[in-house]
């Protein structure tokens, strides 16, 4: 049984392990409501997994611990069982599924575990380190659906309500539901009438699903680009523990995470991987009854591959309207550049490519594609610099990135 002792003992075992991540306030973020951060993207190891395995690993046995420990991970719980099996003089062995980013990968290794990547998911990483425990005899440790596991981040709720006792509602990232089961459960039973929200991405959305058809379930699919919450088997206690103590599970689309992700660079100076980064989303994109109330979003990871992280901020300028293509159909003769030009400048706009194409086969040989690339400062920008360009007699194509 997870009780709220068990977190207090949590807290005790962490305090020498785990940061107490600030708190802050990020008005900038929403008007809406007063919005805070549990910035838990500058944990150590950059993640709040490291809470939950160290505390998990912190109470095996010396039998146990001699035989070492295995996990599965797509990277956070992978290097908080490196960091925690290293610091106890355990041997860790974790199972990655082969795309997970490399800097997870590195991270890991260079935290003191041997890492077996696997090809496919989460899920297959899973079966391997299960098959692997199997003949090995170590301990697997779970990344969510284990009572310690969940009890080590139930110690984040802890600490919410001792940085603002008076607030009214969390917003959590939500993958298996070890996170958010450890935070409301905390959380719930010191202050049960604060709102605890998970949020999930639309293309892995298990939990989800879960507690809106009160059926435990597996989904086909995972995919989003928040590799952190890629998941498609929510755990059994954690879905049990959602049912109980979380008020609701939204879902948030690979734009709108993007934007969060640009939005929380440029207001607050924060990185943060598409897991940590969809509370905000929600909050931005009004998915939560949050108007007029103190809101915490908790900011779980910052571990983003910097491959994808301009792929990320381009998708994030388009959601926000700061960036837009505009493919105009014009009649090749001097000056309609100029005058296309100056309708842009007029607008407030920067045009920051342009490409002249005449040779599309369905145009007119008089005729070609002009398409622009322009950085604007919002959605009414884009809408006031096409409806200037259509009154001046230019044909739009098409508007996108």
């Known amino acids: 049984m997870l009780t ?61 611990s001699a035989k070492g420990v295995i996990a599965c991970s797509a ?28 800097m997870k990968v590195e991270s890991t290794k260079n935290l003191g575990a041997e890492v ?22 170590m301990t697997f440790i779970h990344p969510y659906d ?3 596991v969940i009890a080590g981040q139930g110690t984040i709720g802890l600490e919410i309500l001792d940085q603002l006792p008076d607030l009214d509602a969390v917003i959590v990232p939500v993958g298996g539901g070890g996170l958010i089961s450890g ?101 931005l994109f009004h998915k939560l009854p949050i108007e007029g109330k103190k809101v915490v979003c908790l900011i779980s990871g910052g571990n983003i591959d910097v491959n994808i992280l301009n792929r990320v901020i381009t998708r994030g300028l388009v959601m926000s309207g700061r960036k837009a ?13 100029k005058k296309v030009a100056e309708i842009v400048s007029r607008c407030g706009s920067n045009v920051v490519s342009v490409q002249h194409d005449g040779s599309d086969p369905d145009m007119p040989i008089s005729s070609c594609f002009l398409k622009l690339t322009l950085e604007t400062r919002d959605a009414a920008q884009i809408e006031q610099i096409r409806a200037e360009l259509t009154r001046e007699g230019f044909q739009l194509v098409s508007e996108r990135v």
Do not use: W
């Open 4 to 64: 709220l002792d068990k977190i207090y003992h949590a807290a005790f075992v962490l305090k020498d392990v785990a940061r107490k991540t600030d708190l802050i306030e990020a008005p900038k973020l929403s008007t809406d409501c007063k919005l805070y951060l549990k910035t838990e993207n500058l944990q150590v190891t950059g993640s709040f997994k490291v809470r939950g395995a160290y505390y998990k690993i912190s109470q095996l046995s010396p039998e146990e």
């Open 183 to 283: 935070v409301s459960f905390a959380i719930k039973s010191l202050r049960p009438e604060v709102k605890v929200y998970g949020v999930q991405a639309q293309g892995a959305p298990g939990m989800y699903r879960c507690l809106h058809d009160h059926k435990y379930q597996t989904l086909n699919t995972a995919a989003t680009f928040a590799d952190g919450i890629q998941v498609k088997t929510p755990g059994e206690l954690t879905y049990k523990l959602c049912e109980q103590y979380v008020d609701d599970i939204v879902t948030v689309s690979e734009d709108e995470t993007a934007a969060a992700i640009l939005s929380l660079m440029e207001n607050q100076k924060l990185v943060a991987e598409g897991a940590g980064a969809v509370p905000v989303a929600a909050a």
């Open 116 to 137: 077996c990547l696997v090809p496919g998911t989460y899920d297959d990483a899973h079966d391997k380190a299960v098959e692997l425990q199997q003949e090995t005899g």
């Open 325 to 337: 293509n505009m493919t105009i159909a014009l009649e090749d003769k001097p000056g309609q550049l």
């Open 75 to 102: 990277g956070n719980h992978a290097q908080g069982v490196a960091l925690a099996a290293t610091r106890r003089g355990i041997k860790s062995v974790v199972c990655m599924p082969d795309g997970a980013p490399i």
């Open 146 to 148: 284990d009572e310690q």
